[in-house]
């Protein structure tokens, strides 16, 4: 937490003052309008109303089980034309067979491989010819149809922006009905581990415009398609 502490002593010198590192108590709002818009925290609730916004923000939305997120991967890179493929290696590859298919796909001669083992020049050139980035999201918001990505050296932020197409592997277990449980969530993280993110995106689906005539166009800056796999528990 170096860089925290960093920038919060530079503002307590250009305010002329000590560090104040003690009696500071947090409000107590009298109105929390971020929670009490949540009518429901129901799995399956939020399940549906996540799936609902996916299609309103163009994503293609597919429910898998722990036994079919490899094959339903395979058919998604294989529908989106193959490789290259970057990926973010996750302690859950080898849970849900990912690995393995990723092994099947090179075996076949396609061009797979993980996020930060490269030097950084070669990362990027990849990234820049990648046909599909695939990440695990770290928490879905069912409000909105948004992944949460916290980047490291296993899943940098080119990883689901360069790529011509984007995958996000979601378990159940981290979806959430709207951004508040996200941020506290994270603030609760902070207090007992450090969150290891350099950096936190929200991804809504692939990236669109519009003209000031409200011309919606998808896939201008970014993914032209993406997908999200809901993998239940």
Do not use: C
């Not at 799995?43 to 939305?61: C, N, P, Y």
């Not at 090179?106 to 820049?128: H, N, S």
């Not at 899943?155 to 689901?160: E, I, V």
């Amino acid at each position: 937490m170096v860089g925290r502490e960093q920038f919060l002593q530079q503002i307590a010198e250009n305010l002329g003052r000590g560090r104040i590192t003690a009696g500071v108590k947090r409000p107590e709002w009298d109105g929390t309008p971020q929670w009490d818009v949540v009518q429901t925290t129901d799995k399956e609730s939020l399940i549906e109303q996540f799936a609902a916004e996916g299609d309103r923000v163009h994503t293609t939305f597919i429910r898998a089980t722990k036994q079919s997120v490899a094959d339903v991967l395979a058919d998604e890179i294989e529908r989106y034309g193959g490789g290259p493929i970057v990926y973010e290696r996750h302690e859950n590859d080898e849970w849900y067979g990912v690995s393995s298919l990723y092994h099947r796909l090179q075996d076949d001669g396609l061009t797979v491989e993980p996020y930060g083992v490269l030097t950084e020049k070669e990362q990027r050139e990849l990234l820049v010819k990648a046909n599909i980035g695939i990440t695990y999201a770290a928490y879905a918001l069912a409000e909105s149809a948004t992944v949460v990505l916290l980047h490291n050296e296993m899943n940098g932020r080119a990883l689901s922006l360069l790529p011509t197409h984007y995958i996000a592997l979601i378990p159940v277990d981290v979806l959430v009905p709207r951004l508040s449980h996200v941020t506290k969530a994270i603030r609760e993280r902070e207090q007992v581990d450090d969150v290891s993110a350099s950096a936190i995106s929200f991804v809504s689906g692939p990236s669109n415009s519009a003209d000031i005539e409200s011309n919606l166009v998808v896939g201008v800056h970014g993914p032209v398609k993406a997908t999200y796999i809901l993998i239940d528990s």
